[in-house]
């Protein structure tokens, strides 16, 4: 008997990753992304997985959230985070990625899968079937109206934010030196020491800073997420926020002086060459012209030159906990599924694990399996009880981290042993899982 295709909608780390695994598992994918026909405020690519905000993963050690999240993944046989660790730059202790070839490597992988019809168009209503929507913070209009027929309810939303993109070749190496904070795996960044003068300078800039206007709407009902706060809000918090922050100094050493500096801004390697440099933290909804002006005063970028400017957009999620089961399967339409930012999931690798899962479900439930749920002591069903199970009234994004993981049972004072205990249970818990899958 021929197997009926399921649908997934959205071309993201997602749906990408659904797609792949439900075609893993012999049933066949119609995958649905709509660029290049159209495009999202965000994407400038016509290629699926396409990293709009950063180039990094977050963490790489197991025993940080969201290094223990790609190790579940890891061994999960996630395609995302395999094509990832294939297509890493150097980023101290961050799984970063060239984010050209990650998208363009991925794209051609499930292109060429046999069971995988790769649509290039636009879902304007949730078919029939079974169905994985994957569609992302800013989902097309009327799908997005035709979910919110469904649901019932208003999506809930709040900003997100993408740093700006420099030019290696336009950074004075004479000032900006290459280091890790602590010497902490190789060293991968750029640091751009300023002095308290400097700092303060920069501060007063930013403060008062001429920001793009935000609609009336969106200024009254949206917030930003604090993960993504642009640098001229943190800067509006206070004198010292920022050195709290993205240019804290502490664990680097200014190679002129051999002192640590007053705060440092930090560049990420983009690409394999080197040749661009993400400003890390430094996600901005400045205008564009004071982006410039105001980042050309920080020590070494004096001459940048600017691929990409901070842009800010509007992210759009459901209210998961009145809505989702901890299967990612809708409660009211069970062969309804659905991962990424669009379900409260905050992050590349959260939005892939939802991908697995609810791809993996979609297949059960193509063979007449019963749907299934990953151990809440793994970070990836940690992360999907607690959007199945929050609060709903003040249900916010969620960020893979140990706060949602239950206790241990035993009280460990030193922070970095009781990450490691969390780790280890949660990978032997994995294991233990996949035996009864």
């Not at 995302?80 to 992988?109: C, M, N, W, Y």
């Not at 969620?398 to 241990?408: K, S």
Request: one cysteine or more.
């Amino acid at each position: 008997m021929e197997k009926q295709p399921i649908t997934v909608i959205g071309g993201g780390l997602a749906g990408t990753e659904a797609a792949w695994q439900i075609a893993q598992a012999g049933i066949p994918v119609k995958f649905y992304e709509m660029r290049p026909k159209r495009f999202s405020g965000a994407h400038h690519t016509e290629h699926v997985a396409e990293l709009v905000c950063s180039n990094s993963f977050g963490a790489m050690a197991a025993d940080r959230a969201t290094g223990l999240l790609h190790e579940e993944l890891r061994r999960l046989g996630s395609i995302v985070i395999a094509k990832a660790d294939e297509h890493q730059v150097p980023a101290g202790g961050a799984l970063a990625v060239d984010r050209g070839q990650f998208s363009q490597d991925l794209t051609a992988t499930l292109e060429q899968h046999p069971l995988i019809d790769f649509r290039r168009e636009e879902v304007t209503e949730i078919p029939e079937g079974i169905v994985v929507l994957a569609t992302g913070p800013l989902t097309s209009p009327d799908l997005a109206e035709d979910l919110q027929r469904f649901t019932g309810m208003e999506y809930l939303s709040f900003f997100d934010a993408a740093s700006p993109i420099i030019v290696g070749e336009s950074i004075n190496h004479d000032i900006a030196f290459l280091a890790s904070r602590y010497d902490k795996g190789e060293a991968a960044y750029l640091n751009c020491p300023m002095n308290k003068e400097q700092y303060l300078r920069f501060w007063q800039e930013l403060c008062k800073a001429e920001q793009v206007e935000l609609k009336g709407f969106e200024r009254e009902n949206a917030k930003f997420f604090e993960a993504c706060l642009p640098i001229e809000e943190q800067a509006l918090r206070g004198e010292d926020t920022m050195r709290y922050g993205p240019l804290k100094p502490v664990g680097l050493s200014d190679n002129r002086t051999g002192e640590r500096p007053y705060a440092v801004i930090q560049l990420r390697q983009e690409d394999k060459q080197g040749q661009l440099w993400n400003m890390v933290g430094f996600q901005t909804n400045l205008r564009w012209g004071e982006q410039k002006r105001i980042f050309q005063m920080i020590p070494g970028l004096e001459n940048a030159e600017f691929v990409r400017l901070g842009v800010m957009h509007r992210n759009t999620f459901i209210n998961a906990p009145q809505l989702m089961l901890t299967t990612l399967q809708f409660k009211e339409r069970p062969m309804l599924l659905a991962a990424g930012q669009l379900i409260g999931t905050e992050g590349y690798t959260a939005a892939s694990a939802g991908g697995w899962l609810a791809g993996t479900n979609a297949a059960r439930l193509a063979m007449g399996k019963e749907a299934v749920s990953l151990p809440n002591t793994t970070m990836m069903g940690a992360l999907f009880e607690f959007i199945s199970s929050a609060s709903p009234k003040h249900f916010q994004p969620m960020p893979p981290n140990f706060g949602i993981f239950p206790e241990l049972g035993v009280k460990i004072k030193n922070k970095q042993e009781r990450y490691g205990k969390y780790r280890d249970r949660s990978l032997s818990d994995l294991e233990n899982w996949k035996v009864s899958l």
